[in-house]
């Protein structure tokens, strides 16, 4: 079985599993949101029909080997004296009388009935072994096509999948940011009622009450919306209620070196997409050198002519031969192709360079950014711990008259804030990971393991 027909059984065992789940609250691991998109994403499908139409575009450029037969059944019907003089000859009435100059000059209207069956068969035709060999590219690209179509798709889907993870544990920061919020105004309203607090201070609670609020809101917002676009991704419908599991695990990569740089020019879509182009250039060329050569093909054909019905015979003859065809001039048409296709394959040549250049500089940078992403994380997560204890040092110090309300509000949100710098850091961290395997071309090879 197919990879592709395997993807498709396991996506739909998953949406039947969802169908019968009713109610039943269903929870998405990374690869199976990725398994789903491979085999219900829009933009695969479409690319998996353009490859199989490429491929047909390879049978048909074989089929031009092949001969051709045509079957032809005609009527005709004239009082043009050659008309009519040819008509009589392929049935073989002809008689003495026709010769006559009034019979030859004036004749009367005459019909025939001409049933042929002819056959061309191509015996050297320089064009049409570079056309299969751009017809093979043009296949092959398709297929590079829908290779690159699964890649995109299943690092989108890596992507959004984290946008769902991030957006949940914003939201949890946000309620937790909700709850030091109010907590903070309860303590200022107790100073207030004891005569210990100023309004000011409950006023001010009060007003970062409002705005942590309004951050819950747009926490909210942002989860919906991340959940609406992976289930598009992975074709699961919108009435249907889905959790992701728990926060991913760090993707681990290997070191930046020869080996890794070599491998990703192997395995880089753009890159053998690019050497596709390249060959597909030489097969271009090869076709324009080939409109200065001959073409010869045989032909051969039988018919038969009657006058009263179709598909009957009142002659009948055959003819077949061979024939030479060469274009001496052409306007210069083809000295002006041979350059074009020239022009072509050097730029074709430039794109394989540039396109080798990018992947090395993509893939190193994918290397520096984790590595940075990495450290990035290790530091919010100590400031984490850092703006915790601040907060709870200063809330203390509130409780005795040591610390102002000022003082305790810029440290909580000091400390909102490093929450969610901890939540981007993570999430950032992980795409960072999962970033450099895409570079490398290998991204669902790795992540689907």
């Given at each position: 079985?197919?990879?592709?027909l395997?993807?498709?059984?396991?996506?739909a065992?998953?949406?039947?599993?969802?169908?019968?789940?009713?109610?039943?609250?269903?929870?998405?691991?990374?690869?199976?949101?990725?398994?789903?998109?491979?085999?219900?994403?829009?933009?695969?499908?479409?690319?998996?029909?353009?490859?199989?139409?490429?491929?047909?575009?390879?049978?048909?450029?074989?089929?031009?080997?092949?001969?051709?037969?045509?079957?032809?059944?005609?009527?005709?019907?004239?009082?043009?004296?050659?008309?009519?003089?040819m008509?009589?000859?392929?049935?073989?009435?002809?008689?003495?009388?026709?010769?006559?100059?009034?019979?030859?000059?004036?004749?009367?209207?005459?019909?025939?009935?001409?049933?042929?069956?002819?056959?061309?068969?191509?015996?050297?035709?320089?064009?049409?072994?570079?056309?299969?060999e751009?017809?093979?590219?043009?296949?092959?690209?398709?297929e590079l096509?829908?290779?690159?179509?699964?890649?995109?798709t299943?690092?989108?889907?890596?992507?959004?999948?984290?946008?769902?993870?991030?957006?949940?544990?914003?939201?949890?920061?946000?309620?937790?940011?909700?709850?030091?919020?109010?907590?903070?105004?309860?303590?200022?309203?107790?100073?207030?009622s004891?005569?210990?607090?100023?309004?000011?201070?409950?006023?001010?609670?009060?007003?970062?009450?409002?705005?942590?609020?309004?951050?819950?809101?747009?926490?909210?917002?942002?989860?919906?919306?991340?959940?609406?676009?992976?289930?598009?991704?992975?074709?699961?419908?919108?009435?249907?209620?889905?959790?992701?599991?728990?926060?991913?695990?760090?993707?681990?990569?290997?070191?930046?070196?020869?080996?890794?740089i070599?491998?990703?020019?192997?395995?880089?879509?753009?890159?053998?997409?690019?050497?596709?182009?390249?060959?597909?250039?030489?097969?271009?060329?090869?076709l324009?050198?080939?409109?200065?050569?001959?073409?010869?093909?045989a032909?051969?054909s039988?018919?038969?002519?009657?006058?009263d019905?179709?598909?009957?015979?009142?002659?009948d003859?055959?003819?077949?031969?061979?024939?030479?065809?060469?274009?001496?001039?052409?306007?210069?048409r083809?000295?002006?192709?041979?350059?074009?296709?020239?022009?072509?394959?050097?730029?074709s040549?430039?794109?394989?360079?540039?396109?080798?250049?990018?992947?090395?500089?993509?893939?190193?940078?994918?290397?520096?950014?984790?590595?940075?992403?990495?450290?990035?994380l290790?530091?919010?997560?100590?400031?984490?711990?850092?703006?915790?204890?601040?907060?709870?040092?200063?809330?203390?110090?509130?409780?005795?008259?040591?610390?102002?309300?000022?003082?305790?509000?810029d440290?909580?949100?000091?400390?909102?804030?490093t929450?969610?710098?901890?939540?981007?850091?993570?999430?950032?961290?992980?795409l960072?990971?999962?970033?450099?395997?895409?570079?490398?071309?290998?991204?669902?090879?790795?992540?689907?393991?």
């Open positions: 079985m197919s990879p592709l395997r993807l498709l059984y396991a996506s065992a998953l949406l039947f599993s969802v169908a019968v789940a009713d109610a039943e609250t269903l929870t998405l691991s990374l690869r199976d949101s990725m398994r789903m998109a491979l085999g219900n994403n829009s933009q695969i499908k479409a690319a998996v029909y353009s490859s199989q139409a490429a491929r047909q575009g390879v049978v048909s450029a074989n089929s031009s080997y092949l001969p051709v037969v045509f079957f032809e059944e005609s009527l005709v019907a004239s009082n043009s004296p050659t008309t009519t003089f008509m009589k000859l392929d049935e073989g009435r002809f008689t003495q009388n026709d010769f006559q100059i009034s019979t030859l000059n004036s004749p009367s209207t005459s019909h025939d009935y001409k049933t042929a069956l002819s056959i061309q068969q191509p015996l050297f035709v320089p064009s049409l072994s570079p056309l299969k751009m017809a093979a590219k043009d296949a092959q690209k398709a096509e829908l290779e690159a179509a699964r890649q995109g299943a690092f989108q889907v890596f992507y959004t999948y984290l946008e769902v993870q991030k957006g949940n544990a914003q939201l949890k920061a946000a309620d937790k940011a909700v709850a030091d919020a109010r907590e903070n105004m309860r303590l200022a309203t107790v100073r207030t004891a005569g210990t607090g100023l309004k000011s201070d409950e006023l001010r609670s009060r007003t970062h009450l409002s705005m942590v609020e309004q951050q819950l809101i747009s926490a909210q917002n942002n989860l919906t919306l991340a959940r609406m676009k992976l289930a598009l991704l992975i074709g699961l419908p919108e009435e249907n209620m889905y959790e992701v599991s728990g926060l991913l695990e760090n993707v681990a990569v290997p070191a930046v070196n020869d080996q890794a070599s491998d990703a020019l192997l395995n880089r879509v753009e890159i053998r997409q690019s050497h596709a182009d390249l060959e597909k250039s030489v097969a271009a060329l090869k324009a050198r080939s409109e200065f050569l001959p073409t010869i093909g032909f051969a039988y018919q038969l002519n009657a006058k019905a179709p598909f009957t015979s009142d002659n003859s055959w003819s077949a031969g061979v024939s030479l065809k060469w274009s001496v001039f052409d306007g210069f083809r000295y002006s192709e041979h350059k074009r296709a020239l022009a072509a394959q050097s730029a040549r430039e794109m394989l360079e540039s396109a080798t250049k990018d992947v090395k500089y993509q893939l190193k940078e994918s290397y520096l950014r984790c590595e940075e992403a990495g450290k990035r290790e530091v919010a997560r100590h400031a984490l711990q850092d703006a915790e204890e601040t907060v709870r040092l200063l809330a203390k110090r509130f409780e005795n008259s040591l610390a102002t309300m000022a003082e305790l509000l440290a909580q949100t000091a400390l909102n804030q929450r969610a710098n901890l939540v981007e850091n993570e999430a950032g961290f992980a960072a990971g999962g970033r450099v395997y895409y570079m490398t071309g290998t991204f669902v090879k790795e992540m689907l393991k």
